[in-house]
């Protein structure tokens, strides 16, 4: 099925800098990518997305490039604050197996930023 | 909206009790699924369903039951907890039968002694 791997396990920044957590997936035919934000002793929540027919998507500082042909995608925060810290968790569409149509996550990235 | 809501929030059990996680969600979204997140393992999926009447099995199915009477609530069923059950369980909803823009709920902390 769809494995979803995801680096660094942790990262920590000083305040300002930016963050680039990477993912690889096993499904070529994977066609969306969602990145989740979880705070503390909450759920995930999305902060970003791309599909499989577009390089590149921005949201004021955050960004998500997808590589298709090396079947990575990769999340970067530019200028983070303190409240960027959080753990962030990649996923894939899978689509085969026991979980078809289904998320398929990462194991996560616990970013820290340092003021 | 109150979005996707899950009770109880935290939960202890014995060993062979059964429960159900309540799990509602006010954005008639067809799709509803169950995840599990234990530390270093990210989420995995234990149950999902793409409608009223329609259910499934994700990864990690064994020791839960689903069922899905309305479009609203999707609870999860543990039949006979065992302490390998203690995680964190989440609920997420999207609109249409694959979990695109997935809304998540706050999670139920559950420990099974």
């Known amino acids: 099925g769809e494995n979803v791997e995801q680096h660094p396990s942790t990262l920590s920044v000083q305040e300002g800098d930016s963050a680039v957590i990477k993912c690889t997936y096993s499904?070529?035919?994977?066609?969306?990518f969602p990145w989740y934000k979880q705070e503390l002793g909450k759920g995930p929540q999305l902060i970003i997305d791309?599909?499989?027919?577009?390089g590149e998507k921005k949201d004021q500082r955050i960004a998500v490039t997808l590589n298709k042909t090396a079947k990575h995608f990769s999340l970067h925060i530019t200028e983070t604050q303190p409240e960027d810290s959080a753990v962030y968790f990649c996923?894939?569409?899978?689509?085969?197996?026991?979980?078809?149509?289904?998320?398929?996550f990462g194991k996560g990235t616990k970013l820290s930023v340092k003021p | 909206n109150a979005g996707v809501t899950q009770t109880p929030k935290f939960q202890v059990l014995k060993t062979g009790q059964s429960m159900t996680l309540q799990c509602a969600q006010d954005?008639?979204?067809?799709?509803m699924s169950w995840y599990r997140q234990d530390p270093g393992m990210g989420l995995r999926l234990i149950h999902y369903?793409?409608?009223?009447?329609?259910?499934d099995q994700g990864e990690v199915p064994n020791g839960y039951n689903v069922s899905r009477s309305t479009t609203e609530d999707f609870p999860l069923r543990l039949l006979s907890a065992a302490p390998s059950q203690t995680s964190v369980y989440f609920c997420?909803?999207?609109?249409?039968?694959?979990?695109?823009?997935?809304?998540f709920g706050q999670g139920t902390r559950l420990t099974v002694v």
């Open positions: 369903s793409v409608g009223a009447g329609i259910t």
């Open positions: 996923a894939a569409i899978s689509n085969y197996g026991g979980s078809q149509g289904n998320l398929i």
């Open positions: 997420a909803s999207s609109y249409g039968t694959v979990p695109t823009e997935a809304f």
């Open positions: 954005m008639n979204h067809e799709y």
């Open positions: 499904d070529s035919a994977s066609n969306y």
């Open positions: 791309i599909r499989s027919n577009v």
